[in-house]
């Protein structure tokens, strides 16, 4: 089982240019308080920002990997569906830069982030 399985996020578009992912919030998502962790949002903007970026090599040995992640937590939520919509700011030879934005179902935007990947190659 992976990340993804494991914390039952779904992806609904995957593409160079957008990727999509949908979370429902379990109990296990949330921090002591009853509201969703933080964490949970880096790891829903990041891991749309990989799926983004792996998409962008015709190599079958290349790979994304983060190598910095910024995020803005921007209004709390302990329940619901969250999405997060992906898109690109630059797609370089080595470097990308996505964007992460993430809403609950009633379309509030709920986290803002950025993240910086790098292309490896396995030899």
């Known amino acids: 089982m992976h990340l993804l399985d494991y914390l039952t996020i779904e992806t609904t578009e995957q593409s160079k240019e957008k990727v999509v992912l949908t979370m429902k919030i379990a109990d296990f998502h949330k921090q002591p308080y009853g509201i969703l962790h933080g964490g949970m949002n880096g790891v829903l903007i990041e891991t749309a920002c990989s799926l983004g970026a792996n998409e962008q090599f015709s190599e079958e040995n290349a790979y994304a990997v983060g190598v910095d992640l910024q995020v803005n937590h921007l209004k709390s939520v302990a329940e619901g569906v969250l999405t997060v919509i992906a898109q690109p700011n630059h797609i ?7 964007e992460g934005k993430i809403f609950n ?12 990947l790098l292309k490896r190659t396995e030899k």
């Open 92 to 98: 370089g030879g080595s470097l990308q830069v996505w």
């Open 105 to 116: 179902e009633t379309g509030n935007l709920i986290s803002v982030g950025r993240c910086t």
